[in-house]
């Protein structure tokens, strides 16, 4: 029981004495701290108008290793490997010689080049990037109809010495580069002169340094760096022949040439010095046609035609462009390809168009068209009479151009391979362990239809697509 007496007390003191006491307590407010202003303007911590604010250091990215060297990229970029150790070697390959090369019993098979040519043929520039060397164990090339006929030309051209005048067209994948190779090799192993120019783009987009020729009308421009490169490709891929022709004229150059200079030394004078390089050019074919002596024949080839036949990237002085035919080096090419100038020991001079790489070139197209329909006309004039090709009235022709395409120079349309010869050439790549199927006459049938009636470039992605990296 709680005691009375507590109650008491409470009684005694009310809590409405005190009437000031509360049930809580607040601090006053003059004891509270003074409340901070905004700050404004320039004391202001937001940031201002267009100033980052956040400012993350970003981490420095280590580089490893050093960059490649000037021209590295280049070469590893047209790098062209020849050989496969990994491939089977084919047993029973006959290799390309002077006295096969026009045997009907080669047709269809693929042979070999031996090891001295392949070196001339590098030197040459004759192999291409994207050409399937890389596939097998040694080079090899496919004997079509194609390359019997140009081979048996060839022997004519020797034993007649008249000029062979050429272009080879068609689509892409045909073989037209290829069968220029073909041509070099053989011409090769008759012991002719070379003269190759690989790519013909490398001549009109003005990435060598060009000067006018004095005294030409109309004015004729000069690419020194690159006749010094040409000069280079005919010292290293005709060494022997060279060395063994000796100087027989008497010229008017800059540096002393002694009569028992061989032509190689003198070739070399111009790699030496890019400035001599087309008056040693000059002087060298000068005794290559020189008719004192007995001389080989010329084989001048040219891979992308349609390059030379339009305006180039070069500008005049007016800073109008030059056209590829103002270039003297084309200019030298077109004038015996059209038929202008002619050899007198005999040779040959063969462009082949490219279908991969090609810029637009109207006039081109409708001189060969108007070629081939020509030829076409010729073999079937009992059967059919074919309209000549016309004129588009819309587009502007080049006249240059349609003149350098003469009525009389041979243009061969290559097509696709027939069956015989795709027969022999996938047995190639079976014995070369680059295709894993019985080849029978169904099997090269279907790869056959598929690459378009043989187009050799297709029948080779159709036929080993799997092998290439």
């Known amino acids: 029981m709680a005691s009375q007496s ?10 409405s004495v005190y009437p000031g006491n509360r049930l809580f307590s607040t601090t006053p407010a003059f004891l509270a701290s003074p409340i901070k202003a905004k700050k404004t303007g320039q004391d202001s911590n937001a940031p201002r108008k267009g100033v980052k604010s956040l400012r993350i250091r970003k981490k420095s990215v280590q580089k490893s290793g050093k960059p490649p060297a000037s021209g590295e990229r280049k070469a590893i970029r047209k790098r062209i490997v020849l050989s496969n ?4 070697e084919v047993k029973g390959m006959r290799d390309l010689n002077d006295e096969n090369m026009t045997d009907e019993q080669v ?8 090891g001295p040519l392949v070196s001339q043929l590098r030197a040459a520039e004759a192999f291409r990037t994207g050409q ?25 051209v020797e034993s007649e010495k008249k000029v062979l005048r050429r272009i080879y067209t068609g689509e892409r994948g045909s073989g037209k580069s290829v069968m220029l190779l073909q041509a070099i090799s053989m011409a090769l192993l008759r012991d002719w002169v070379v003269v190759t120019i690989p790519e013909a783009q490398d001549l009109i987009n003005a990435h060598t340094e060009y000067a006018p020729l004095s005294s030409t009308t109309p004015t004729q421009y000069v690419q020194r760096s690159y006749a010094a490169s040409l000069l280079s490709r005919i010292s ?4 022997t022949v060279l060395s063994k022709l000796a100087v027989s004229l008497t010229h008017r150059l800059p540096i002393p040439i002694r009569p028992d200079h061989s032509l190689l030394e003198l070739a070399d004078f111009g790699i030496k010095d890019p400035d001599m390089a087309w008056p040693i050019f000059q002087t060298l074919w000068d005794e290559l046609t020189s008719t004192d002596v007995a001389r080989p024949p010329i084989m001048f080839t040219l891979d992308g035609l349609g390059h030379i036949m339009r305006d180039s990237q070069y500008r005049d002085a007016a800073f109008q462009p030059i056209h590829a035919h103002d270039l003297a080096i084309v200019r030298h090419f077109v004038d015996y390809l059209s038929g202008v100038r002619s050899l007198p020991n005999g040779g040959a001079f063969i462009a082949a168009t490219s279908a991969s790489n090609t810029p637009s070139t109207p006039s081109l197209a409708l001189a060969l068209s108007q070629r081939l329909h020509s030829a076409k006309a010729l073999s079937q004039q009992t059967l059919i009479q074919r309209k000549p090709i016309q004129r588009n009235p819309f587009v502007a022709y080049d006249e240059r151009v349609l003149q350098s395409i003469t009525p009389d120079l041979d243009v061969a349309e290559l097509q696709g391979l027939s069956r015989e010869e795709a027969h022999g050439l996938m047995e190639y790549y079976a014995a070369s362990g680059m295709l894993r199927h019985k080849v029978d006459e169904r099997f090269v049938t279907e790869k056959w239809t598929i690459a378009g009636s ?5 029948l080779e992605k159709a036929a080993v697509a799997g092998a290439r990296v």
């Open 85 to 88: 150790t990994s491939a089977l």
């Open 454 to 458: 043989g187009v050799v470039g297709e």
């Open 107 to 114: 047709r269809g098979t693929v042979v070999g080049l031996p």
């Open 132 to 156: 399937g060397w890389g596939l097998f164990r040694r080079p090899g090339v496919l004997m079509r109809g194609e390359s019997l006929e140009i081979a048996r030309a060839l022997e004519d």
């Open 6 to 15: 507590c109650w008491r007390c409470l009684f005694r003191c009310p809590l």
């Open 236 to 239: 290293r891929a005709n060494a």
